[in-house]
């Protein structure tokens, strides 16, 4: 085999606009650029031209161009985004609350990622690429929902799992979530806290995207929260501001006391902040906690309020109690029950009417007082008028002295003596029917 030549001569014909017409031994035509022309050549000159193949360049590209291939393999063709995990965080009876780990794009980029709800298309979430959680309300009572996620990339479409949810039913309590502030009564609050406890419920200090319930006492900030507010103590605070701004109905800690004892829902109406909840009872600790045998202030009213309802029995007073001030109503109310029947010495005591003159009314210890005796009653030998009518008794005024009593400051005053129950009602009466009345006797009371 002859070897090829090392070099072709040619024969510079025309030079053109940067091209050089070179003719070869065998009337070859070729165009040549003439910036690769020898210095001073012109038309007419002759120039050898060797071609010689460069293996080691070839190779050095060779090598760089599988090397680019291989990164972009490993770069784009190794990873691919991975289908998002759907998981359930709270349930309740009108919402459900979903979260997912962060997605994972790989190297593609994202183009969407959609909630859907039975199978059709329910929104878009915000935020896919820092948003791990979503809350779906406005569903109905104890009924089942289907859900899935669905990733759109550049590198494709990805679905996540398929997760069945069946909402909660009224006498569900477990789906509450509630976060506590400002709440002024250390007991109720552990009282409330251990009342979620039983319930399976769950709360927390911070808003968090399935708190249900905002429950407090006052907005007023505690002494943490009031940097956010300015520093002002009063002021209301930040979880309590942020409440108002997501829609979470603010409660008082009786709302969760009265789920826990109906064991259902109960309406929020009545517990809202500011105003009185329908039943004080729902204060104290539930029944089946540790301090359930402890008395309860709301028993102690209970009991006063139903004592005060009842209608007292007051029974008559002779005319010389009047002067010793009121009868206390503590003793008035013990009294209820009917007096017990008087033993014959008693009614014997009792016909006479008769009193101690040596007795002596407690007064004012600055003024003296004219107290006069209780008049003497003749025994009679009929039964005794009923309690009603012993105010109505009459008297006869010869038997009328005055006592004065000068009672000084230093003396302690006795107790006032007890009072007669019972005073039986007598007078005599005239052939015309009128009440005989003695000689009367006009004393000087100066």
């Known amino acids: 085999m002859a070897r090829a030549q090392d070099s072709f001569t040619f024969t510079v014909g025309k030079l053109d606009a940067g091209m050089a017409i070179l003719l070869g031994d065998r009337a070859h035509l070729i165009e040549f650029p003439s910036v690769l022309l020898p210095p001073g050549a012109t038309t007419g000159s002759i120039v050898n031209i060797s071609v010689h193949r460069n293996v080691a360049q070839e190779r050095k590209r060779d090598h760089e161009f599988w090397s680019l291939q291989e990164d972009i393999l490993e770069t784009f063709g190794s990873h691919s985004p991975e289908n998002p995990q759907l998981e359930v965080r709270n349930v309740t009876q009108t919402s459900v609350t979903l979260e997912w780990p962060p997605i994972k794009l790989a190297n593609a980029k994202l183009r969407s990622l959609d909630i859907y709800k039975n199978s059709q298309r329910l929104a878009s979430i915000p935020n896919a690429l820092t948003n791990y959680s979503t809350k779906l309300s406005g569903l109905s009572v104890d009924t089942q929902y289907t859900f899935q996620l669905l990733l759109r990339t550049s590198a494709g479409t990805y679905p996540s799992n398929l997760i069945r949810v069946r909402t909660h039913t009224i006498a569900d309590t477990s789906g509450i979530s509630v976060c506590f502030a400002n709440v002024t009564d250390s007991v109720l ?47 209301p605070g930040a979880e309590y501001q942020r409440a108002l701004q997501l829609s979470i109905p603010v409660v008082q800690p009786q709302w969760i006391l009265a789920c826990h004892s109906e064991k259902k829902m109960v309406p929020i109406s009545g517990y809202y902040l500011g105003v009185t909840p329908p039943n004080s009872g729902y204060s104290q600790r539930p029944q089946s906690m540790s301090q359930a045998s402890l008395p309860s202030s709301s028993a102690a009213h209970k009991n006063s309020a139903s004592r ?9 007073t002779p005319p010389s109690a009047t002067t010793q001030g009121p009868i206390n109503e503590e003793e008035d109310e013990e009294e209820q029950a009917p007096p017990p029947k008087p033993s014959p010495s008693e009614m014997k005591h009792k016909s006479n009417g008769t009193m101690d003159r040596n007795f002596k009314f407690p007064t004012s210890p600055t003024q003296a007082q004219v107290v ?31 006592v004065v009593v000068v009672v000084p400051s230093s003396v302690e005053v006795p107790p006032p003596p007890p009072v007669e129950k019972e005073i039986r009602k007598s007078f005599v009466e005239s052939e015309d029917g009128e009440e005989e009345v003695g000689e009367t006797v006009e004393i000087d009371l100066r």
Do not use: Y
């Open 189 to 235: 609050l552990e009282n409330a806290k251990l009342a979620l406890k039983e319930m399976r419920a769950k709360w927390s200090d911070k808003i968090q995207i399935d708190t249900t319930h905002f429950v407090c006492t006052t907005p007023a900030v505690t002494p943490a929260g009031a940097q956010p507010a300015g520093g002002v103590a009063a002021a």
């Open 308 to 316: 005060q309802s009842l209608p007292s029995i007051r029974r008559p």
């Open 372 to 402: 006069p005796p209780v008049p003497s009653l003749p025994t009679q030998p009929h039964a005794p008028k009923p309690e009603h009518e012993a105010g109505s008794n009459h008297t006869n005024e010869d038997d009328l002295t005055p």
